[in-house]
């Protein structure tokens, strides 16, 4: 299978890119001095992509609540008692604004996201036409709508599909203890499917779960020890939900999500590496760490599926700060300006 082409790339070597690494390894990386471990993460950043550019990506939830899967972080499962009000899939026209709204604010790739545990034909064929409009405005296209079948990938490449988005969320140790409706080897089985069809792959996970140091270093094994690592890596930090399982669980140290990231660029040159879900909690000055340690794509938006995120203003007035350019903006330009109230997108856990 042919790798899909990948701009920031060095083009022609995959010398020190490997897939062997070892949880002992990893935990080791983790552990370093700070100030260690975040230089040699950028270091190797500048080698892989521009220092000073961020991808920004929107995430729209298509189709809100009922799932029946019990993902002890998710607001959206019909099993927690958050009181998050059902939704129907989206009609395609207002998807389309969305895409746009996102488009004029910068967005190089628009996300959408279903609360499914896996799509049935008839939606698959909604979701289809909502990626071929998308991509005829000149965007790249994610969707992110739980497991799928062989059938159901070969589907979304004929369809044009740039990325799938199906998170491990976090290490198969710790996996027991976030979900039981579906296993950890089912998520692997749904990213093989969409590997083998060509379409590239974004997954990562959620830290701040009650996990531990060696659990995250597991997840990031995982991930980095692919036959192909995955073009983009969410890293996700849990937003408390009352009335999930997970609210009131032990969060994460900003320092210590701050390693995770910057191992996670350490042991995924290629990758970009996106602040996903929590950035609402995060300060600026953690956020700019989280970019000097390898963070490379960011979710644009007020709203990540069901949570707070960074206002869009906020984000540029940020940038502006750090001297950051969202990349690929400028083509987008001459579009009017956007309604902020027009603009929900979210960031998914799926």
Sequence with gaps: M?????????????????????????????????NDLLFEAHTLHRQYHPANEVQISTLLSIKTGACPEDCGYCSQSA??????????????????????????????????????????????DKVIEMITEVKALGMETCVTLGML???????LKDAGLDYYNHNLDTSPEFYGNVITTRTFQDRLDTLQHVRD????????????????????????QQLANMPQHPESVPINMLVQIEGTPLYGADGIDSIEFIRTIAAARILMPQS???????????????QAMCFFAGANSIFYGDKLLTTENCETNDDLALFQRLGITPSQAEAHSSE???????????????
């Design 272 to 286: 970009q590496v996106r602040l996903s879900a929590g950035r609402h909690e995060m300060t600026d000055e953690m």
């Design 2 to 34: 042919t790798q899909a082409a990948n701009p920031n790339q060095n083009n022609g070597t995959n010398n020190g890119i490997r897939h062997d690494w070892r949880i002992a390894e990893i935990e080791d990386l983790l552990a370093k001095p700070f």
């Design 149 to 155: 079948t062989e059938q159901q990938s070969q589907r």
């Design 336 to 350: 009017p300006a956007a309604d902020e109230d027009m603009f929900k997108a979210e960031a998914c856990h799926h």
């Design 79 to 124: 099993k927690h008692a958050t009181e998050l009000e059902r939704e129907r899939l989206l009609p395609i026209s207002e998807v389309i604004e969305k895409a746009k709204i996102a488009r004029t604010n910068g967005s190089s790739r628009f996300c959408m996201g279903a609360a499914w545990r896996n799509p049935t034909d008839k939606n698959l």
């Design 197 to 220: 069809q060509g379409i590239n792959v974004c997954s990562g996970g959620i830290l701040g779960m009650g996990e531990n140091t060696t659990d995250r270093a597991s997840m990031l």
